[in-house]
Protein backbone atom coordinates (compact mmCIF):
# COMPACT_ATOMS: atom_id res chain seq x y z
CA UNK A 1 0.00 0.00 0.00
CA UNK A 2 1.57 2.93 -1.16
CA UNK A 3 2.54 5.62 2.00
CA UNK A 4 0.14 8.83 -0.10
CA UNK A 5 -2.54 7.19 -1.97
CA UNK A 6 -3.67 10.07 -3.28
CA UNK A 7 -1.57 12.87 -4.11
CA UNK A 8 -3.00 16.50 -5.20
CA UNK A 9 -1.64 20.15 -5.04
CA UNK A 10 1.65 21.91 -5.28
CA UNK A 11 4.63 19.53 -5.66
CA UNK A 12 8.04 21.43 -5.72
CA UNK A 13 10.81 20.93 -8.30
CA UNK A 14 14.37 20.75 -6.73
CA UNK A 15 17.14 21.94 -8.34
CA UNK A 16 20.31 19.64 -8.45
CA UNK A 17 23.28 22.38 -6.86
CA UNK A 18 26.64 21.46 -7.05
CA UNK A 19 29.66 22.30 -4.87
CA UNK A 20 33.10 24.24 -6.31
CA UNK A 21 34.44 20.84 -8.26
CA UNK A 22 31.01 20.25 -10.24
CA UNK A 23 29.72 17.63 -8.01
CA UNK A 24 25.79 17.31 -6.28
CA UNK A 25 26.02 19.04 -3.16
CA UNK A 26 24.42 17.04 -1.62
CA UNK A 27 23.84 19.23 1.62
CA UNK A 28 22.07 22.09 -0.03
CA UNK A 29 19.87 19.28 -1.94
CA UNK A 30 18.88 18.38 1.08
CA UNK A 31 18.16 21.45 2.90
CA UNK A 32 15.80 22.28 -0.60
CA UNK A 33 13.90 19.20 0.19
CA UNK A 34 13.61 20.27 4.09
CA UNK A 35 12.33 23.64 2.79
CA UNK A 36 9.70 21.80 0.54
CA UNK A 37 8.58 20.27 4.14
CA UNK A 38 8.73 23.52 6.15
CA UNK A 39 6.98 25.55 3.75
CA UNK A 40 4.00 23.07 3.84
CA UNK A 41 4.13 21.89 -0.02
CA UNK A 42 2.40 18.91 -0.94
CA UNK A 43 5.47 17.14 -2.43
CA UNK A 44 8.72 17.43 -3.93
CA UNK A 45 9.95 16.07 -7.61
CA UNK A 46 13.78 15.33 -8.28
CA UNK A 47 14.94 15.47 -11.08
CA UNK A 48 13.61 16.63 -14.11
CA UNK A 49 14.15 19.39 -16.31
CA UNK A 50 14.51 22.18 -13.58
CA UNK A 51 16.90 19.68 -11.60
CA UNK A 52 18.76 19.06 -14.55
CA UNK A 53 18.21 15.54 -14.91
CA UNK A 54 20.51 15.41 -18.17
CA UNK A 55 23.33 16.64 -16.46
CA UNK A 56 23.00 13.70 -13.96
CA UNK A 57 25.32 10.74 -13.59
CA UNK A 58 23.44 7.40 -13.44
CA UNK A 59 25.57 6.67 -9.58
CA UNK A 60 25.16 10.10 -8.30
CA UNK A 61 21.65 10.21 -9.27
CA UNK A 62 20.16 7.47 -7.28
CA UNK A 63 22.68 8.22 -4.86
CA UNK A 64 21.37 11.17 -4.20
CA UNK A 65 17.68 9.91 -4.06
CA UNK A 66 18.31 7.95 -0.88
CA UNK A 67 19.69 11.19 0.57
CA UNK A 68 16.20 13.13 -0.10
CA UNK A 69 14.23 10.58 1.02
CA UNK A 70 16.26 9.95 4.12
CA UNK A 71 15.63 13.95 4.79
CA UNK A 72 12.10 13.79 3.75
CA UNK A 73 11.34 11.18 5.74
CA UNK A 74 7.93 10.53 4.45
CA UNK A 75 6.72 14.00 5.78
CA UNK A 76 5.90 14.93 1.83
CA UNK A 77 5.54 12.70 -0.96
CA UNK A 78 8.89 11.92 -3.10
CA UNK A 79 8.15 11.93 -7.00
CA UNK A 80 11.51 10.22 -8.38
CA UNK A 81 12.19 11.73 -12.09
CA UNK A 82 13.29 8.81 -13.90
CA UNK A 83 13.34 10.49 -17.35
CA UNK A 84 16.77 9.58 -19.53
CA UNK A 85 18.30 9.35 -22.72
CA UNK A 86 17.31 5.67 -23.54
CA UNK A 87 14.46 3.70 -22.57
CA UNK A 88 16.90 1.22 -20.58
CA UNK A 89 18.80 4.10 -18.73
CA UNK A 90 14.74 5.43 -17.87
CA UNK A 91 13.76 1.82 -16.73
CA UNK A 92 17.14 1.32 -14.73
CA UNK A 93 16.08 4.59 -12.38
CA UNK A 94 12.89 3.07 -11.96
CA UNK A 95 13.86 -0.09 -10.44
CA UNK A 96 16.32 2.37 -8.70
CA UNK A 97 13.16 4.13 -6.91
CA UNK A 98 11.40 0.69 -6.22
CA UNK A 99 14.18 -0.29 -4.61
CA UNK A 100 15.09 2.92 -2.17
CA UNK A 101 11.42 3.54 -1.65
CA UNK A 102 9.96 6.27 -3.90
CA UNK A 103 6.42 7.37 -3.36
CA UNK A 104 5.90 7.57 -7.32
CA UNK A 105 8.22 7.52 -10.25
CA UNK A 106 7.71 10.66 -13.23
CA UNK A 107 8.97 10.19 -16.35
CA UNK A 108 8.65 11.35 -20.25
CA UNK A 109 10.29 9.73 -23.78
CA UNK A 110 14.23 10.43 -24.26
CA UNK A 111 14.19 13.41 -26.29
CA UNK A 112 14.30 12.65 -30.75
CA UNK A 113 12.14 9.49 -30.13
CA UNK A 114 8.17 9.20 -31.00
CA UNK A 115 4.97 8.37 -29.93
CA UNK A 116 5.26 4.29 -30.52
CA UNK A 117 8.85 4.47 -28.08
CA UNK A 118 7.29 6.62 -25.45
CA UNK A 119 4.11 4.13 -25.09
CA UNK A 120 6.45 0.95 -25.13
CA UNK A 121 8.19 3.10 -22.20
CA UNK A 122 5.23 3.71 -20.32
CA UNK A 123 4.62 -0.42 -21.12
CA UNK A 124 8.02 -1.27 -19.49
CA UNK A 125 8.28 1.31 -16.93
CA UNK A 126 4.61 -0.52 -15.40
CA UNK A 127 7.00 -3.78 -15.04
CA UNK A 128 9.65 -2.04 -13.34
CA UNK A 129 7.87 -0.35 -10.75
CA UNK A 130 5.05 -1.26 -9.35
CA UNK A 131 3.73 2.15 -7.26
CA UNK A 132 2.05 5.19 -8.63
CA UNK A 133 3.59 6.01 -12.08
CA UNK A 134 2.73 9.84 -13.37
CA UNK A 135 3.24 10.42 -17.32
CA UNK A 136 5.34 13.67 -17.82
CA UNK A 137 3.16 14.85 -20.96
CA UNK A 138 5.97 17.48 -22.29
CA UNK A 139 5.79 18.93 -26.23
CA UNK A 140 9.56 18.24 -27.05
CA UNK A 141 9.49 14.48 -25.63
CA UNK A 142 7.34 12.68 -28.30
CA UNK A 143 3.82 13.62 -26.55
CA UNK A 144 0.65 11.85 -26.48
CA UNK A 145 -2.74 12.91 -27.06
CA UNK A 146 -5.89 12.48 -24.78
CA UNK A 147 -7.12 9.55 -26.23
CA UNK A 148 -3.02 7.65 -26.21
CA UNK A 149 -2.99 8.44 -22.69
CA UNK A 150 -6.69 6.83 -21.58
CA UNK A 151 -5.53 4.05 -23.61
CA UNK A 152 -2.16 3.63 -21.27
CA UNK A 153 -3.95 4.36 -18.31
CA UNK A 154 -6.77 1.59 -18.88
CA UNK A 155 -3.82 -0.67 -19.85
CA UNK A 156 -1.18 0.16 -17.45
CA UNK A 157 -3.02 0.28 -13.52
CA UNK A 158 -0.06 2.24 -11.96
CA UNK A 159 -0.83 5.27 -14.34
CA UNK A 160 -2.48 7.60 -12.30
CA UNK A 161 -1.17 10.70 -12.55
CA UNK A 162 -0.16 13.21 -15.79
CA UNK A 163 1.77 16.24 -16.30
CA UNK A 164 0.34 17.78 -18.57
CA UNK A 165 2.99 20.02 -20.27
CA UNK A 166 1.88 20.59 -24.22
CA UNK A 167 1.28 23.62 -25.00
CA UNK A 168 -1.47 25.93 -23.90
CA UNK A 169 -1.58 23.93 -21.06
CA UNK A 170 -4.53 24.55 -19.67
CA UNK A 171 -6.42 23.68 -22.99
CA UNK A 172 -5.17 20.24 -23.39
CA UNK A 173 -5.33 19.56 -19.75
CA UNK A 174 -9.05 19.86 -20.58
CA UNK A 175 -8.56 17.42 -23.76
CA UNK A 176 -6.87 14.89 -21.03
CA UNK A 177 -9.30 15.57 -18.32
CA UNK A 178 -12.30 14.42 -21.40
CA UNK A 179 -10.25 11.16 -22.62
CA UNK A 180 -8.60 10.37 -19.15
CA UNK A 181 -9.97 12.63 -16.08
CA UNK A 182 -12.58 9.52 -14.81
CA UNK A 183 -9.31 6.69 -14.97
CA UNK A 184 -6.22 9.25 -13.08
CA UNK A 185 -6.21 11.00 -9.73
CA UNK A 186 -4.30 14.16 -10.63
CA UNK A 187 -3.76 16.06 -13.79
CA UNK A 188 -1.06 18.05 -12.49
CA UNK A 189 -0.31 21.09 -14.75
CA UNK A 190 3.42 23.20 -14.85
CA UNK A 191 4.68 26.38 -16.73
CA UNK A 192 6.01 27.50 -13.44
CA UNK A 193 2.46 28.27 -11.89
CA UNK A 194 2.12 30.93 -14.69
CA UNK A 195 -1.95 29.93 -15.88
CA UNK A 196 -2.23 27.93 -12.91
CA UNK A 197 -5.77 29.44 -12.34
CA UNK A 198 -6.69 28.78 -15.55
CA UNK A 199 -5.38 25.12 -15.67
CA UNK A 200 -7.73 24.36 -12.73
CA UNK A 201 -10.75 25.52 -14.73
CA UNK A 202 -9.51 23.35 -17.16
CA UNK A 203 -9.27 20.37 -14.71
CA UNK A 204 -5.85 20.34 -13.14
CA UNK A 205 -6.15 19.71 -9.43
CA UNK A 206 -2.16 19.73 -8.71
CA UNK A 207 0.92 22.08 -9.99
CA UNK A 208 4.28 21.00 -10.40
CA UNK A 209 6.52 24.14 -10.71
CA UNK A 210 9.84 24.99 -8.99
CA UNK A 211 10.27 24.87 -5.78
CA UNK A 212 11.63 28.35 -4.64
CA UNK A 213 7.86 30.16 -4.43
CA UNK A 214 6.01 26.79 -3.94
CA UNK A 215 4.79 27.89 -0.67
CA UNK A 216 2.73 31.03 -2.22
CA UNK A 217 1.56 28.51 -4.79
CA UNK A 218 0.66 26.51 -2.41
CA UNK A 219 -1.46 28.77 -0.27
CA UNK A 220 -3.48 30.02 -4.16
CA UNK A 221 -3.98 26.38 -4.84
CA UNK A 222 -5.42 25.83 -0.69
CA UNK A 223 -7.32 29.46 -1.36
CA UNK A 224 -9.01 27.87 -4.36
CA UNK A 225 -9.94 24.68 -2.94
CA UNK A 226 -11.43 26.13 -0.10
CA UNK A 227 -13.34 28.42 -2.62
CA UNK A 228 -11.89 31.60 -2.59
CA UNK A 229 -11.02 32.16 -6.05
CA UNK A 230 -10.88 35.81 -5.44
CA UNK A 231 -8.32 35.42 -3.30
CA UNK A 232 -6.78 32.62 -4.89
CA UNK A 233 -6.46 35.15 -8.01
CA UNK A 234 -5.07 38.60 -5.57
CA UNK A 235 -1.79 36.25 -4.54
CA UNK A 236 -1.52 34.93 -8.02
CA UNK A 237 -1.74 38.18 -9.81
CA UNK A 238 1.27 39.46 -7.39
CA UNK A 239 2.79 36.54 -7.73
CA UNK A 240 2.97 36.53 -11.70
CA UNK A 241 5.35 39.20 -12.47
CA UNK A 242 7.96 37.04 -10.46
CA UNK A 243 7.46 33.70 -12.09
CA UNK A 244 7.48 35.57 -15.33
CA UNK A 245 11.27 36.34 -14.72
CA UNK A 246 11.83 32.65 -13.82
CA UNK A 247 14.95 30.62 -15.39
CA UNK A 248 17.32 28.05 -13.52
CA UNK A 249 19.16 31.00 -12.59
CA UNK A 250 16.33 32.70 -11.20
CA UNK A 251 15.42 29.76 -9.03
CA UNK A 252 18.84 29.33 -6.99
CA UNK A 253 19.15 33.32 -6.49
CA UNK A 254 15.61 33.36 -4.72
CA UNK A 255 16.34 29.83 -2.81
CA UNK A 256 19.95 31.56 -1.75
CA UNK A 257 17.87 34.73 -1.02
CA UNK A 258 15.67 32.66 1.34
CA UNK A 259 18.60 31.04 3.11
CA UNK A 260 18.00 27.51 1.55
CA UNK A 261 21.03 27.46 -1.00
CA UNK A 262 24.72 28.10 0.51
CA UNK A 263 26.31 27.54 -3.75
CA UNK A 264 25.05 29.13 -6.88
CA UNK A 265 27.75 26.79 -8.71
CA UNK A 266 26.54 25.46 -12.36
CA UNK A 267 27.42 22.55 -14.50
CA UNK A 268 27.00 24.48 -17.13
CA UNK A 269 26.20 28.01 -16.39
CA UNK A 270 23.93 30.71 -18.38
CA UNK A 271 24.73 32.83 -21.06
CA UNK A 272 23.31 35.50 -19.36
CA UNK A 273 23.48 35.26 -15.69
CA UNK A 274 21.48 38.09 -13.34
CA UNK A 275 22.94 41.44 -13.10
CA UNK A 276 23.04 44.01 -10.58
CA UNK A 277 19.79 45.28 -12.33
CA UNK A 278 18.21 42.35 -12.77
CA UNK A 279 18.48 41.73 -8.77
CA UNK A 280 17.29 45.32 -7.95
CA UNK A 281 14.34 44.59 -10.21
CA UNK A 282 13.43 41.30 -8.33
CA UNK A 283 13.55 42.78 -4.94
CA UNK A 284 11.31 45.43 -6.12
CA UNK A 285 8.43 42.86 -7.33
CA UNK A 286 8.86 40.72 -4.02
CA UNK A 287 7.48 43.48 -1.75
CA UNK A 288 4.73 42.23 -3.69
CA UNK A 289 3.77 39.13 -1.84
CA UNK A 290 6.67 39.41 1.34
CA UNK A 291 3.77 39.78 3.75
CA UNK A 292 2.58 35.85 2.80
CA UNK A 293 5.77 35.06 3.50
CA UNK A 294 5.59 32.59 6.70
CA UNK A 295 8.86 30.91 6.54
CA UNK A 296 12.21 31.45 5.07
CA UNK A 297 11.78 35.28 4.60
CA UNK A 298 13.30 37.09 1.39
CA UNK A 299 17.01 38.08 2.94
CA UNK A 300 19.28 40.57 0.97
CA UNK A 301 20.45 41.09 -2.22
Known sequence: MPRFDFMKGLFGLLPTPYTEDLEIHTEDLKAIANFCCESEQHGIVWPVMVGEFYFLGEEERIRNLDAVLEEVNGRLPVVFGCSGVSVPQVLLYAKAAQQAGADAVIAMAPARTNTAVAIDMFRRLGEAFDGPIMVQNAGNYAPLTGKQIAQLVEEIPQIEYVKEERQPSPRHIAEVK????????????????????????????????????????????????????????????????????????????????????????KRAPSAYPLDEQDKREISILLKAVENDISVYPFGEE
Not at 223 to 250: K, M, Q, S, V
Open 178 to 265: QFAGDKLKTIFGGAAGKVLPAEFTRGANGCMPACEFGDLLTKIVERWWAGDEAGARDLHTRLLPLINLENHDFVCYILKRRGVLTSMV
